[in-house]
């Protein structure tokens, strides 16, 4: 009904830059919350920021004032910019999307397939 597809990750030194976008696609009706999580090795999946359809947005504490997500709305895609990258930040990043498709008309969330990103010189 709604598929993700994510892109940019990649290899990038310590201090570096990578943009990560997520684009949904299918019969959508809405898409509400747009969000980054990631997992590094041996921990959990955490929310990296969230985006809502208002615009409003909350981060990680730990990338606030390094990453910055937005939305593009009539491309229904996501994006993080993510500046100062640390080896901290080296993880495996999935998109999350809030949609409402039109086949049924209620709230459906969908995971992306992971993109990975690893800061190392």
């Known amino acids: 009904q709604v598929q993700l597809v994510e892109s940019g990750g990649g290899l990038v030194q310590p201090g570096g830059s990578l943009t990560l976008s997520c684009a949904a696609s299918?019969?959508?009706?809405?898409?509400?919350?747009m969000a980054w999580y990631r997992q590094a090795p041996g921990k959990e999946r955490e929310l990296v920021a969230r985006?809502?359809?208002?615009?409003?947005?909350n981060y990680a504490d730990s990338v606030k004032g390094r990453f910055t997500i937005s939305r593009d709305n009539a491309k229904n895609t996501v994006y993080l910019q993510m500046n100062s990258l640390r080896p901290e930040d080296t993880a495996v990043y999935y998109c999350?999307?809030?949609?409402?498709?039109?086949?049924?008309?209620?709230?459906?969330?969908?995971w992306g397939q992971g993109t990975l990103v690893t800061v190392s010189s």
């Open positions: 299918g019969r959508i009706f809405r898409v509400n919350d």
């Open positions: 999350n999307v809030q949609a409402v498709p039109y086949t049924t008309l209620r709230k459906l969330e969908v």
């Open positions: 985006i809502m359809s208002s615009g409003g947005t």
